[in-house]
């Protein structure tokens, strides 16, 4: 399995901008999908999963009612869409895919990874 991420970038505070992560090697039927992201001097830390039986999706305190994962099995790719960006959020992305049906938001739980791609938010 394969996990691919595109899609960072330098934007400003309060911009807007989209995450991809298309997926190969594996018929995604029963995983659950997420964004991490590891800030420099910061653990690695959940952001949004969302579940690819239900749809069921969930998020981070810190980027609830900002953040929009969602999916599109026709095309083997998930999204993160990022509004109201802040400074905060600069950090490397990653998406994460855990077998299994079951949310989490330890890392640890994932089995695969995809490279990371570096979002700069500056102010």
């Known amino acids: 399995v394969q996990l691919v991420e595109s899609g960072g970038g330098l934007v400003q505070a309060g911009d807007s901008l989209g995450l991809s992560c298309a997926w190969s090697?594996?018929?995604?039927?029963?995983?659950?999908m997420g964004w991490f992201r590891k800030a420099p001097g910061k653990e690695r830390e959940f952001v949004a999963a969302?579940?690819?039986?239900?749809?069921?999706?969930y998020y981070s305190d810190s980027v609830k009612g900002r953040f929009t994962i969602s999916r599109d099995e026709d095309k083997n790719t998930m999204y993160l869409r990022m509004n109201s960006l802040k400074p905060d959020d600069t950090a490397v992305y990653y998406c994460?895919?855990?077998?299994?049906?079951?949310?989490?938001?330890?890392?640890?739980?994932?089995?695969?990874w995809g490279q990371g791609t570096q979002v700069a938010v500056s102010s």
């Open positions: 994460a895919a855990k077998l299994g049906d079951y949310p989490s938001q330890s890392s640890d739980e994932y089995n695969y």
């Open positions: 090697g594996g018929t995604f039927i029963s995983y659950v």
């Open positions: 969302i579940r690819t039986t239900s749809g069921a999706t």
